[in-house]
């Protein structure tokens, strides 16, 4: 199987099996439709005569024989070798936890999926002894694993943070003893954010996701505080600060955009100029009756705005003042592993949620959806059925991906996505699926670009 396509004057083929990326002439991209996974070493005569009116048959032939080699080295038409795994993924030891240690926000975006911050099911603040056996849960279902992975999430998990710093000492103190290291990872609003606030998380945390949605007048439109007022100006520095004392240590900006605000592409230029360069803007994930969702007239837009970023890019590294893009950061080299291949997303398996009373869901995002719930850190109980269904899902199991040209890039896309907006985890979120496959043509075109 092969993609192929035009873009920012490249011709850009895919080998979606191989992973090989070529950018070829016009030739070879004409050439590519009239043969596929069957094309032998010397082509039909149907090839030469319908492009001889266009191109020297010598050409043609010369052209065609590059393009068999490629065949012939795994590179054009590969076979797809991952299928046969597919079947043998497992249930695996958990390596990963979101603990929400606050369903309370102090703020009231309106397109937030947790329901402004309590998720649906009230607010309320994570007590130690909860986060603490959440600790405790992690190491003793982590296997032999050494490396875990903890996110303090919410609502906003500032306004929870002596548990946060408390849950972090608890974790160290058992660091030594069970062979483990933790990283910690902290999403927050940036509201709350002090001077303490940022040398902690600075020390502690491998990792900060700092919410912003671009332009002022963008952010504060929606992500407004419980009486209305806009949240920039008050942010801002402090997130400056933040990234400034951080040093080479990892955080991203992380934007929404909505229907509000489809120039998106004007909103990480607008963060790259308040100095961040580890970016993220999101495409909001609603039900498409909802105002600010994102529905399927909008795409061309949107893939404009993919292809106006991807160039504002290219422009900057060519300038030395380059910024990472999340969505179009790709590794042609070495890139996943075949599992990540096969099941990019580990929720319900390596992967879970803890909520303040220690319920456990597949992640974040399943959270209040009582169905999903998969046992309880306090009581110790956990349904291994529903995190083997998890391992089992992947992109061979769900019909629309396994014959997509992106499915080594997106894995089969977001689980809870999937079953909130089509009902069921085996049905791709459709509008997220075409959002991707363009991201995904502009972050190879980038590399196109770049690597010239």
């Known amino acids: 199987m092969i993609h192929k396509y035009k873009l920012n004057g490249?011709?850009?083929?895919?080998?979606?099996?191989?992973?090989?990326?070529?950018?070829?002439?016009?030739?070879?991209?004409?050439?590519?439709?009239?043969?596929?996974?069957?094309?032998?070493?010397?082509?039909?005569?149907?090839?030469?005569?319908?492009?001889?009116?266009?191109?020297?048959?010598?050409?043609?032939?010369?052209?065609?024989?590059?393009?068999?080699?490629?065949?012939?080295?795994?590179?054009?038409?590969?076979?797809?070798?991952?299928?046969?795994?597919?079947?043998?993924?497992?249930?695996?030891?958990?390596?990963?936890?979101?603990?929400?240690?606050?369903?309370?926000?102090?703020?009231?975006?309106?397109?937030?999926?947790?329901?402004?911050?309590?998720f649906g099911t009230g607010r309320e603040l994570m007590p130690f002894e909860v986060a603490k056996n959440s600790i405790d849960f992690l190491i003793e279902n982590s296997g032999t694993r050494h490396n875990l992975?903890?996110?303090?999430?919410?609502?906003?998990?500032?306004?929870?943070?002596?548990?946060?710093?408390?849950?972090?000492?608890?974790?160290?103190?058992?660091?030594?003893?069970?062979?483990?290291?933790?990283?910690?990872?902290?999403?927050?609003?940036?509201?709350?954010?002090?001077?303490?606030?940022?040398?902690?998380?600075?020390?502690?945390?491998?990792?900060?996701?700092?919410?912003l949605d671009g332009r002022k007048e963008i952010n504060d439109r929606l992500r407004v505080t419980s009486n209305s007022s806009g949240t920039y100006d008050i942010i801002v520095p402090k997130y400056q600060k933040l990234v400034k004392e951080r040093k080479?240590?990892?955080?991203?900006?992380?934007?929404?955009?909505?229907?509000?605000?489809?120039?998106?592409?004007?909103?990480?230029?607008?963060?790259?100029?308040?100095?961040?360069?580890?970016i993220s803007i999101e495409p909001v994930v609603l039900d498409e009756n909802l105002e600010y969702a994102i529905?399927?007239?909008?795409?061309?837009?949107?893939?404009?705005?993919?292809?106006k970023l991807a160039l504002e890019m290219i422009n900057r590294k060519k300038a030395g003042k380059c910024f990472n893009f999340f969505h179009f950061m790709i590794d042609l080299e070495q890139g996943p592993c075949a599992i990540k291949r096969l099941r990019g997303c580990s929720c319900g398996n390596e992967y879970i949620a803890v909520t303040p009373n220690g319920d456990i869901y597949p992640c974040h995002q399943f959270v209040g959806q009582n169905e999903w719930k998969i046992g309880n850190v306090i009581t110790k109980s956990f349904n291994n059925s529903i995190k083997e269904y998890f391992a089992k899902t992947n992109i061979y199991t769900k019909e629309k991906c396994k014959d997509c040209w992106a499915k080594f890039f997106c894995s089969g896309g977001c689980n809870a996505n999937s079953w909130q907006y089509e009902g069921d985890i085996a049905k791709p979120h459709k509008i997220a699926c075409e959002l991707e496959k363009k991201r995904v043509e502009c972050a190879l075109m980038i590399k196109a670009a770049t690597l010239q």
């Open 10 to 118: 490249y011709n850009i083929v895919l080998d979606v099996n191989s992973g090989a990326v070529h950018v070829v002439d016009d030739i070879a991209y004409d050439i590519l439709d009239f043969v596929n996974e069957d094309m032998k070493q010397v082509p039909d005569n149907s090839v030469i005569e319908s492009l001889n009116n266009k191109y020297d048959k010598r050409e043609i032939l010369n052209t065609y024989d590059e393009l068999y080699e490629l065949k012939e080295l795994g590179q054009l038409y590969a076979k797809d070798e991952y299928e046969k795994f597919s079947n043998m993924l497992k249930s695996a030891p958990i390596k990963s936890m979101c603990i929400n240690v606050a369903h309370d926000c102090n703020l009231r975006c309106e397109y937030c999926f947790a329901a402004k911050g309590d």
């Open 295 to 307: 529905k399927k007239e909008d795409l061309p837009r949107v893939f404009k705005e993919y292809e």
């Open 248 to 278: 080479d240590k990892d955080y991203y900006v992380r934007g929404t955009f909505t229907r509000n605000n489809l120039d998106f592409a004007n909103d990480v230029i607008k963060i790259a100029d308040l100095g961040f360069d580890q």
């Open 149 to 211: 992975e903890v996110d303090f999430f919410g609502g906003e998990p500032l306004m929870n943070f002596d548990v946060v710093k408390d849950t972090v000492k608890y974790a160290r103190r058992l660091e030594k003893k069970y062979n483990k290291n933790f990283r910690f990872t902290i999403t927050t609003n940036g509201l709350l954010l002090s001077n303490d606030k940022i040398d902690f998380i600075n020390k502690e945390m491998s990792n900060v996701v700092l919410s």
